[in-house]
């Protein structure tokens, strides 16, 4: 049987970079959502913590994500060796808060959007697909990574849209953390990024 499957991506900018257009593609060819501007990072705030001991910091590890998350870690990470970047590490953390919004998005019909503007300070790649099959790992981190074609690492600019790829890239990013959830035959995944990435006038790498 033939596979049928059409995808969407969207991505959250921290900032655009250069030279991007807003075109947006054929829902039969990986697309983007338009840049949002930059979450401001909330204050922290102090907490009182026990004298012996300081506050655990959160857990982050290697390709700890399972099912059917299992391998989106190494994946990223195949595409930032390719330019020389270090691997990110998977975070609990943001596995958490992008499976929330995920969850969030299935409620609603398994739509494709951001979270508000200014109330996330993490960077955001999402993707979605409608089709007689789910999505794999590779194929959502590949939709993104194929982005590269469009990318000129001279000029630091983009024809079209490239700044997925540009986020998994980023140079200082270094965690992530990823949900996905469905709506019968539709899937909509999320993955955070932490710090963000495509700060406006830099390089990713």
């Not at 501007?37 to 026990?50: L, N, V």
């Not at 982005?147 to 140079?171: D, F, L, M, P």
């Not at 990013?173 to 955070?192: E, R, Y």
């Amino acid at each position: 049987m033939t596979r049928s499957r059409i995808t969407i991506s969207a991505l959250l900018f921290a900032a655009a970079l250069p030279a991007c257009s807003s075109a947006t593609p054929p829902r039969t060819t990986p697309a983007t959502a338009a840049a949002r501007p930059p979450a401001s990072r909330p204050t922290a705030r102090h907490t009182p913590i026990a004298r012996s001991r300081p506050a655990p910091a959160p857990k982050a590890t290697p390709g700890a994500e399972t099912g059917t998350l299992a391998g989106l870690t190494a994946a990223h990470n195949e595409v930032r060796a390719s330019v020389r970047v270090a691997p990110l590490v998977w975070s609990d953390k943001l596995g958490a808060h992008a499976q929330a919004w995920a969850d969030h998005l299935a409620s609603r019909g398994c739509d494709l959007a951001h979270r508000p503007p200014g109330s996330d300070p993490y960077g955001e790649n999402l993707f979605w697909s409608a089709g007689t099959t789910g999505s794999t790992v590779r194929e959502v981190v590949g939709s993104w990574a194929a982005e590269k074609t469009g990318y000129n690492h001279a000029k630091n600019s983009c024809s079209g849209v490239c700044g997925h790829y540009t986020q998994i890239v980023w140079r200082a990013t270094t965690a992530v953390g990823c949900g996905m959830a469905s709506c019968g035959t539709t899937q909509v995944w999320v993955c955070n990024y932490d710090p963000p990435g495509n700060m406006m006038g830099r390089s990713p790498y």
